[in-house]
């Protein structure tokens, strides 16, 4: 319980780090939040909870994957939001372009025979 917690602390801490950096220096936040630190974090409990080595690279593979589909959010929220002046209708619809192209992506792996 003790290594779950400090894990959720860890994770929380880069989280508020990069938030509080954005407020200073918005391109050095910018490039410590497009390193995939989460996603390093993430491998490295995995790996620590199974020593599955085999797993982590199915689940590195898998990110890759899924991280293609996020892209276009990054692009179309900054558009959105010099169109409309506002955050949330430009935030949901990224997430909802996400959805779909991450619907997209799961359609097109499985026709390309890409197992995740």
Known sequence: ??????????????????????????????????????????????YADTRDATLI????????WFVLPTLPMFLIMPWLIGKTGGFWPALGTGVLLTIVLYLVTMRLLKVAGVNL
């Open 1 to 46: 319980m003790m290594l779950l917690i400090l894990k959720g602390l860890l994770s929380g801490a880069i989280v508020v780090t990069v938030s509080e950096l954005a407020k200073k220096n918005n391109t050095v936040a910018s490039i410590v939040h497009s390193l995939p630190l989460i996603s390093l974090l993430a491998l490295i409990w995995l």
């Open 57 to 64: 690279g199915r689940h590195a593979y898998g990110t890759f």
